[in-house]
C-alpha cells in the first residue's frame, strides 16, 4: 500500500512539472516587439553595476550599485520591450531605494516614473516628462524645473524639482532630479536630507 501511495505522489509531482514546464513554452514568440524609444534610454543617466554615494545630513554617507537589465519581450505582456534600473543603499540610520522601468509604447508618450523609498517612509514617484528633443519638458503639476541650483554644495542645471504638499509647509517632502545624473537627493519633513555626493 506504501508503495501504490508513493507512486501516486510521483506521479502528480512530474504530471506539475510537466504542466508548469508547458505553460511556460506556450507563450508564442513576439513576431514585432515596441522598444523602448531611444530618447528615453539616453534620458535614465545610469548605467549597470554603477556605484553611487549618498550623503545624509547627519554625517554619515553609503553606497548604492546600480542594476539595469532589459527583459525579454513576451506576447502575454504585449510585446513590449521592458528596461528596469534599481538601486538601493543604507547605514544604521538612513536608506533609500529607487526603481525605474520604461517600456516599449505604441503612442508617442516620453515619460517614465521613477519611485523611490527613503528611510522607510512611504513611497513616493517622480514623473519624468520629456520634449521631443528629449530633454525635459519643463513646468508640469508634477514639478518645477529650476534652471540653476545648488544642493549639498554641488551646482546642477535644469533640476526638477517635486514637492510633496505645499512648498511652503515644514512639512513637505522635496525631490530633486535631473538628466545628467539622476536621483540628485531628497529632503524629508523631519530635517533629514540625502543627497548624492559633490560631484
Partial sequence: MKQIFSFFLLTIAITSCSFFEGSEGDDPPCEEITRVD???????????????TFEV?????????????????????????????????????????????????????LTYGLNYTANGRRGRSISVI??????????????????????????????????????TDPQTEMAYYNLSFGLIGVELPDGTSIFLANQ
Fill in 38 to 52: 531611444a530618447r528615453l534610454i539616453n534620458a535614465i543617466p545610469y548605467r549597470d553595476e554603477q556605484t553611487l
Fill in 57 to 109: 545630513s547627519d554625517g554619515t554617507d553609503f553606497m548604492a550599485v546600480v542594476r539595469r537589465e532589459a527583459f525579454t519581450p513576451q506576447m502575454i505582456t504585449g510585446c513590449l520591450e521592458e528596461i528596469s534600473t534599481t538601486f538601493s543603499g543604507l547605514n544604521v540610520n538612513s536608506s533609500l531605494n529607487v526603481d525605474i522601468l520604461v517600456f516599449g509604447e505604441v503612442e508617442e508618450l
Fill in 130 to 167: 520629456l520634449d521631443e528633443a528629449g530633454t525635459l519638458a519643463g513646468d508640469t503639476p508634477f514639478g518645477r524645473i529650476i534652471p540653476d541650483t545648488t544642493l549639498n554644495g554641488s551646482t546642477y542645471t535644469d533640476v526638477l524639482a517635486v514637492a510633496y504638499g505645499e512648498p
